[in-house]
């Protein structure tokens, strides 16, 4: 469906020219997530992408990126900022020649591809960087012993942490984002794979929890969730939770739209 002219009967392509936010990862569904969601939440363009590291999980959707961009026929039109380490840009490299390489000459384009502006940032919270005019800080977590992968901190009017992969908070990047450390978050997105087990490279409900009671935010979402979670019965069950914690956590689903001012 064409997010421009959605409701236009004449127009059933099913294909997005446009969309907006500043995802900050493209996982391989990304274009089924566009088709459902951007429609429904009236979605207009992409102005920015970040990215919180290279795994297959975060980066294979990036090829449709182009199905958001409008067409040209000689790939001549604005790129798109993509914001990422350089670690992962080696990496995408690799897995998407054909995106990193530089622009063809008219008359030279193969096909059409996504046009990106690869804009490298460090792991780093104390090297913030700017995409589409909000400023971001890193939050490197480790995702594994032997892996590093970034959240983002932002906003200005109101704090928001989006930290979707992590086994372990290093200490400063917990410091960055806990009410006893730089200042209470309003909203923090966290990572949780499983109900009850444990996972070498993932927070799990119970570390989760902890962790969330650790840095004391307004507000959690929990995201990443494994089939072993029933979305409204364990909502009820962090309802209590919160109730005794005074800590609001719940359960996040696909196509959540949350209000905030930043």
């Known amino acids: 469906m064409c997010l421009i002219q959605p409701s ?26 566009v088709l459902r969601w951007f429609t429904h939440h009236k979605v207009p363009r992409v102005d920015s992408i970040i990215l919180t590291h290279e795994h297959a999980d975060a980066v294979l ?21 993509i914001y990422l380490t350089q670690f992962a840009m080696d990496s995408i490299a690799i897995k998407f020649p054909y995106l990193v390489q530089k622009k063809l000459k008219e008359g030279q384009e193969v096909r059409r591809v996504a046009q990106l502006d690869w804009k490298i940032i460090e792991s780093s919270c104390e090297k913030p960087f ?5 400023q971001f800080v890193p939050l490197p977590v480790m995702h594994g012993e032997d892996y590093i992968s970034l959240g983002f901190l932002f906003g200005e009017k109101s704090r928001v942490a989006y930290i979707s992969d992590v086994s372990r908070f290093p200490e400063k990047t917990e410091y960055v984002i806990s009410r006893t450390g730089a200042g209470q ?17 993932h927070f799990c409900l119970p570390q989760t929890l902890d962790a969330v009671k650790r840095i004391c935010p307004k507000q959690a979402l929990l995201i990443g969730m494994t089939h072993e979670f029933d979305h409204h019965k364990d909502n009820e069950l962090l309802a209590e939770w919160s109730k ?19």
């Open 244 to 262: 005794r914690e005074g800590i609001p956590v719940q359960l996040a689903h696909d196509g959540l739209r949350v209000i905030i001012d930043l």
């Open 130 to 134: 700017t995409a589409s005019g909000l």
């Open 61 to 81: 959707g990036l090829d449709d990126i182009r199905a958001i961009q409008p067409f040209s026929p000689t790939n001549d039109i604005d790129p798109t900022s």
């Open 8 to 33: 236009d009967p004449a127009n059933p392509c099913r294909v997005c020219t446009q969309s907006l936010s500043l995802p900050p990862q493209h996982n391989p569904n990304y274009r089924e997530q």
């Open 185 to 201: 978050l309003d909203l923090l997105i966290l990572d949780t794979l499983y109900k009850e087990s444990s996972h070498n490279t």
